[in-house]
């Protein structure tokens, strides 16, 4: 009789290490959603690193650009609200599109991260 083995004790250590996986893979998708997908260190568009100097510097419009993008994205909004074409050929509908896209696909994820469900996994998550 002392080789029985507990069930219940088993059980429970099987529930607590499938709570620690899920609490894990949890952690990892927030991880990257908030430190990748909105990394202060990088171009919100084209992704390229900033140089330390330009950390800290202060930008026009409600995101991140290194400065290719930066010129873009004011072309873009100057094109939008005059309805003047753009000086450059590539400014086509399609780079029209790419701009809107991007944009409505940030306002997605803000919208996402200001979720009730999001705000509740980040709460079912332990911080420690």
């Given at each position: 009789?002392?080789?029985?083995?507990?069930?219940?004790?088993?059980?429970?250590?099987?529930?607590?290490?499938?709570?620690?996986?899920?609490?894990?893979?949890?952690?990892?998708?927030?991880?990257?959603?908030?430190?990748?997908?909105?990394?202060?260190?990088?171009?919100?568009?084209?992704?390229?690193?900033?140089?330390?100097?330009?950390?800290?510097?202060?930008?026009?419009?409600?995101?991140?650009f290194?400065?290719?993008?930066?010129?873009?994205?004011?072309?873009?909004?100057?094109?939008?609200?005059?309805?003047?074409?753009?000086?450059?050929?590539w400014?086509?509908?399609?780079?029209?599109?790419?701009?809107?896209?991007?944009?409505?696909?940030?306002?997605?994820?803000?919208?996402?991260?200001?979720?009730?469900?999001?705000?509740?996994?980040?709460?079912?998550?332990?911080?420690?």
């Amino acid at each position: 009789m002392s080789k029985v083995i507990d069930i219940e004790y088993r059980l429970q250590q099987e529930q607590k290490k499938k709570a620690k996986i899920d609490k894990a893979k949890k952690l990892e998708f927030i991880r990257k959603f908030l430190q990748c997908k909105r990394c202060l260190a990088r171009c919100a568009m084209c992704g390229v690193q900033f140089e330390t100097q330009d950390l800290y510097k202060r930008h026009k419009s409600p995101y991140r650009f290194c400065v290719g993008c930066q010129e873009e994205y004011e072309e873009f909004i100057r094109i939008k609200e005059s309805g003047e074409p753009s000086p450059y050929y590539w400014h086509n509908q399609e780079w029209l599109d790419v701009w809107q896209n991007w944009l409505n696909y940030q306002e997605s994820v803000k919208a996402y991260i200001e979720s009730t469900e999001f705000i509740e996994l980040l709460r079912e998550v332990d911080w420690q």
